[in-house]
């Protein structure tokens, strides 16, 4: 019951603040919060996959990211959640820092381990729709080994917005 008023309350104290106009009493402007969502599910073998991100741009050049993925798969689930801060260097450059902790649960054992990465970056702005990253991910603290995990990781890729 306790879950359901909290869920109740924080539902609707969302849905009232993002309907709200901004204006200078607020600590920051509605307008430059950014929440995009995803989600899938596969029918033949029950698995789902989502995942969010809700950016904050402070101001022009400072973001706030925080990112989540949730997957279930046929022998485990796996849930990522990522906090990133992002400045902008140059009008097309942009540099990133933050943390990731991944969760994965066995169906059949009950296992679950936990992961903790540092994420940093670099992104470049090719075009006002398109902008190319590298990141790498180290892991950090005590680690659990686990079937979809990966150590360290740098990654090269793509982003486009349409």
């Known amino acids: ?81 990522q906090l990133v801060y992002k400045k902008k260097i140059t009008d097309k450059l942009s540099a990133f820092t933050g943390y990731e902790k991944s969760m994965q649960r066995d169906v059949f054992s009950g296992n679950t381990s936990e992961n903790s990465n540092a994420v940093i970056g670099l992104g470049y702005d090719v075009q006002d729709n398109m902008s190319i990253q590298v990141i790498n991910q180290t892991r950090i603290g005590n680690q659990n080994s686990s079937n979809l995990d990966i150590g360290s990781l740098l990654k090269l890729g793509t982003k486009l917005k349409f």
């Open 1 to 81: 019951m306790l879950k359901l008023f909290v869920s109740l309350v924080l539902f609707s104290s969302c849905v009232v603040f993002s309907q709200s106009k901004s204006s200078n009493n607020h600590i920051f402007n509605i307008e430059s919060v950014y929440i995009n969502s995803f989600g899938y599910t596969g029918y033949a073998n029950d698995e789902q996959h989502s995942n969010f991100t809700v950016d904050w741009r402070v101001n022009k050049n400072n973001i706030l990211m925080i990112n989540g993925n949730y997957d279930t798969y046929s022998l485990g689930d796996i849930s990522k959640f």
